[in-house]
């Protein structure tokens, strides 16, 4: 895991999409200052993203606020390209419940496309997060726990912040019957 | 969940414990000011408490430094009481690898322990959240997903801050062959 | 669960294959006779195909010998048509480690295809056990516990049975240090 | 694993049981004749217990009748004795919803109770099965797979089988909403 604190100021390359799904616009980094941004990279016939990397990604789509927030998929297809088009990623993200912008990294003449490789990502799922001033902080190869995540991205919204990031505590509600799965209710 | 913000300066009442398990010295809060204090009540017949209350303090006591984050669990027994006793619960920490120091807490005259009868918690597990200053900042029955977890750990460390937490990165490293459960490495 | 006794005596119809993954041969029911059957009915955008369907399936063919139990994934597209193509499906074959032998299932003018609409499936996953003698004993859309999907196959097995039908072990042998995630070893 | 052939005609040590919970009477291998049984050595604070061999031998009791599956459960308590009494293990059992008959194993002058040492178990969990005729045919240390314990039991109730067993299927429904966790339904 590459962490980098403020003073280095690494501008992060831009994106260079082809195509964007479960969006109407064009989605442009510069536009996003002020506000953390996730960037998951990802193939949609890797398992170790369909596994743990996107459902994390999704997690943090649905558990934050999009003012604080943004999470942006980036399908970086570098192996079995005629298997990964974008009618097949558009039918993965239907049926695997993905809500969050993607955008179809563009092939380039080698098999790494061109926002991976503009990156220097290692493979994927890659996860990199922006902070609100739009400098590259974490560059993450392969699994990051959600601890860790949690904490990277709170530390990024309590950086220049304009308001408090309030997380959604919804999912953290116990249920209310003695012992169960999540713990043991005083009667 | 109960998340307070600073201004409401709640005072969390003292621990009353009669016995300290993984620790030499007793532990008394006011001696942790400057650092974020994570308390995991729990009882050892819990079933919630073994499966995700228990691991998930684990997880940040070996995450984090202690320095910037004291993980301790309280033994808050009520009900079967005479199957949950220090002999027990020793067994049990080290079948368990539970590392951090456990309290038990003070049996009274009724079901319900002191420290938790003081806390007014509902049940085990519940997970309380000390600021550096001292204050409860949040207190929660049942289970807490890692991911907010991770950011109200980083969201109170981020203040009063006398030097940067880090987050101890080496549970991430993704393995380097292929695609295996972690993701796919560019060849 | 539908659960044939062996007088009911049906027939299951012939799969309709247009091509044949992970086997150089055609693949042809009528030649399995004295063998029991595993065909595993799958789409590979499916996620409970992906998560529990063919990791049982495959689990399946690990365990058992291939002269007892055949095991056989039949790619029954019924919607997405586009995004599962022969060249996609090769390709999650390929990443997945699905290692058993895959019939392509012959597209009709409707939506379903046509093995699929023969033994009038509800969906994806859907699991068929054939007996010895060629009969359909099982159909299940959804999913089966392993217990009882271990339970049906070893009866189908004990049927007719010209040997001895063996299980293989291998991966449930126990580490052999003190107490860890198998269990406790006397010292 | 070691599993026995019927030829080899093991007879196992008897059970030396110093109190039976979750029954009123006491068991005795002799009496269920005619019936398939499973024993499950455990200790109540060994984790591999509580995470596989305890749900597994409870999932058996559940999925199977009565008449022809036993689940029996012994606690072979062999370290941190003074941890695990009769009063400890009741409140365990009522917690974690175990509810087969569960024997406690005889004290010795030794620390190996007297059934686990008859029995020359390795540690716990262990499992061992007795088939119709009272002769042992399986006992195994550690995890054993769902799929692999779903045919050794299937196989044992094949034998000198007075009328079918029957699986019970209730767990394997599938939902019916299109696709979820369980698969996709043809709409």
Redesign the interface.
């Known amino acids: 895991?590459t962490?980098q604190?403020p003073g280095q100021l690494i501008t992060p390359p831009p994106l260079s999409i082809l195509q964007w799904l479960n969006t109407d616009t064009e989605i442009h980094l510069a536009d996003l200052r002020g506000r953390v941004v996730l960037l998951e990279a990802f193939?949609m016939?890797?398992?170790?993203?369909?596994?743990h990397?996107l459902p994390?990604a999704q997690?943090?789509h649905e558990?934050f606020s999009n003012q604080d927030i943004v999470v942006l998929g980036i399908h970086t297809v570098?192996?079995?390209h005629?298997?990964?088009t974008p009618?097949?990623l558009?039918?993965?993200l239907?049926?695997?419940k993905i809500t969050f912008p993607v955008g179809v990294d563009e092939k380039t003449e080698h098999a790494?496309p061109k926002t991976m490789a503009a990156y220097q990502?290692?493979?994927?799922?890659?996860t990199v997060l922006i902070d609100r001033q739009g400098y590259l902080r974490l560059q993450?190869?392969?699994?990051?726990?959600?601890?860790?995540?949690?904490?990277?991205?709170?530390?990024l919204?309590?950086e220049n912040n304009p308001h408090?990031?309030d997380?959604n505590?919804q999912?953290?509600?116990?249920?209310q019957s003695d012992?169960?799965?999540?713990?043991?209710?005083?009667?």
């Open positions: 895991m962490s604190q193939q016939l890797c398992p170790g993203c369909v596994s990397g994390q997690s943090v558990t570098f192996e079995h005629s298997a990964m009618v097949s558009a039918a993965f239907f049926e695997y790494i990502m290692q493979g994927t799922p890659s993450h190869f392969g699994r990051i726990p959600d601890l860790q995540l949690g904490f990277h991205l709170a530390t919204l309590a408090v990031a997380v505590s999912n953290g509600e116990p249920s012992c169960d799965e999540n713990g043991c209710v005083i009667p």
